[in-house]
């Protein structure tokens, strides 16, 4: 089955750029999708279709996707980004979805 | 705007079936443009697909879970429902259910949104 990679952590400044990948064979020619999870709280999807930021989401978020790494961007990072992040992708080999296994932002 | 509610009993005995309910409002599941799924986090795991319905009663299973996985739909009353069954402590996790935009290939497939706020299941004796 497909497998998604992502960095177990990231750790960035306040006011910095933060970047997260999640690697897979040939993922620039899926869509990839983004979720933020907050303790408590429902996920939130960040970003869709590699790079579109759903309706609410702060234009800090951005995504990108080419070859073998997709990355979730967050500029200017805020307190309040300190999350997990994960990544996912559409299995085509079998209809459902595949979860990288995510990524702790921690904002210094 | 659709919301989803997960609900269910928190504690589970084990070899027990776990049964949980998602209530959808603002919209209807009968809709033919999305899946509607069920998404479980271990404890401090990460997130792990169960399944999807959709069409009304059409599903696809995790194949890790599928012998022991049951999604059904109740499109009168807007509500989908999980059934586990033989549970063992490895399915303590809290369980969403979302929803997820159909397309005609796959990389128009949507992501996961919204999401219920999750619901915390412990098996437990």
């Known amino acids: 089955s497909y497998v998604l990679t992502q960095p177990p952590s990231v750790s960035v400044a306040p006011g910095k750029t933060a970047r997260i990948t999640c690697g897979g064979s040939n993922i620039g020619t899926k869509s990839v999708h983004w979720y933020q999870l907050k303790l408590g709280q429902a996920p939130v999807l960040v970003i869709h279709y590699d790079s579109d930021r759903p309706s609410g989401i702060p234009e800090r978020f951005s995504g990108s996707n080419s070859g073998n790494t997709a990355t979730l961007t967050i500029s200017r990072v805020e307190a309040g980004d300190e999350a997990d992040y994960y990544c996912q992708v559409w299995d085509s080999s079998r209809d459902h979805p595949v979860f990288g296994g995510g990524t702790q932002l921690t904002v210094l | 705007q659709v919301q989803l509610q997960e609900s269910g009993p928190g504690l589970v005995k084990p070899s027990q079936t776990l049964s949980l309910t998602c209530t959808v409002s603002g919209g209807s599941i009968s809709s033919s443009d999305y899946y509607w799924s069920w998404i479980r986090q271990h404890p401090g795991k990460g997130l792990e697909w169960i399944g999807y319905?959709?069409?009304?009663?059409?599903?696809n299973y995790n194949p890790s879970l599928k012998s022991r996985v049951t999604i059904s739909v109740d499109t009168s009353k807007d509500q989908f429902f999980l059934k586990l069954s033989s549970v063992t402590a490895a399915d303590t996790a809290v369980y969403y259910c979302?929803?997820?935009?159909?397309?005609?290939?796959?990389?128009?497939?949507?992501?996961?949104?919204?999401w219920g706020q999750g619901t915390l299941v412990t098996v437990s004796s």
């Open positions: 319905i959709y069409d009304s009663g059409s599903t």
């Open positions: 979302a929803r997820s935009s159909r397309g005609v290939i796959i990389t128009e497939y949507g992501g996961f949104d919204p």
